[in-house]
């Protein structure tokens, strides 16, 4: 039962359970043995996707063998991509993130939050940027959790920054690319919560966040 926008007095939760990353032509990317964390009858897995390509067309996810939902999406003007993608998982605390394209796929990356007792897999609201640095405004319910993530061309390997949001990960997948994901808990409403991701060197060049109640 939902009670102003409770799920059965269970307050809405984010949890960071996993990343993962591949840089190579396959396609599709398979990241196997992903955590899902503790399975709960409400929960969602969100993933956090950042993906290399000339293709316009957004990718296929699945997770755990259930295809993902497309949130919200950015694209840094040429090949840099990233998107937030939901799927319902109530069972099974590890699996599997496919990431397919039909089209050239190369740097891919993955990071996962579960998602429990949020009124609907629908966002509150949403945000996408694609100019360094990343700058997300996010309106963010009272009771609501948030997740953002980004990835780009980020020069040398220093610091990854988020303001607004809490880091999750952040990860290098090599000398000039990395990725990171980053979540919120709310106490009192949010309109907008500005959130922004920076990193030593050029930065990040694709940036999305969602917001839950």
Not at 25 to 36: C, Q
């Amino acid at each position: 039962m939902i009670l102003g926008g409770v799920w059965g007095g269970a307050l809405p939760s984010i949890v960071y359970t996993a990343q993962a990353s591949e840089n190579s032509l396959a396609n599709p990317k398979t990241f196997a043995g992903m955590s899902f964390g503790a399975e709960n009858p409400t929960r969602f897995m969100l993933a956090g996707i950042g993906w290399y390509s000339t293709t316009a067309t957004p990718p296929t996810v699945t997770i755990g063998g259930v295809t993902a939902t497309l949130l919200v999406s950015a694209l840094d003007g040429t090949q840099i991509r990233s998107g937030l993608f939901i799927a319902s998982l109530p069972t099974g605390t590890s699996g599997s993130v496919v990431v397919s394209l039909g089209g050239t796929l190369t740097l891919t990356s993955a990071v996962l939050w579960s998602l429990t007792n949020v009124t609907s897999s629908t966002p509150y609201a949403t945000s996408a940027d694609n100019i360094d640095p990343i700058t997300l405004n996010l309106n963010v319910d009272g009771l609501g959790v948030a997740a953002g993530f980004v990835i780009g061309n980020a020069g040398t390997l220093g610091a990854i920054g988020w303001t607004g949001l809490v880091l999750d990960v952040g990860v290098a997948i090599n000398a000039s690319n990395r990725f990171s994901g980053a979540s919120y808990t709310a106490t009192t409403a949010q309109t907008p919560l500005v959130c922004s991701a920076t990193a030593t060197g050029l930065g990040f060049r694709s940036g999305v966040a969602a917001s839950f109640r």
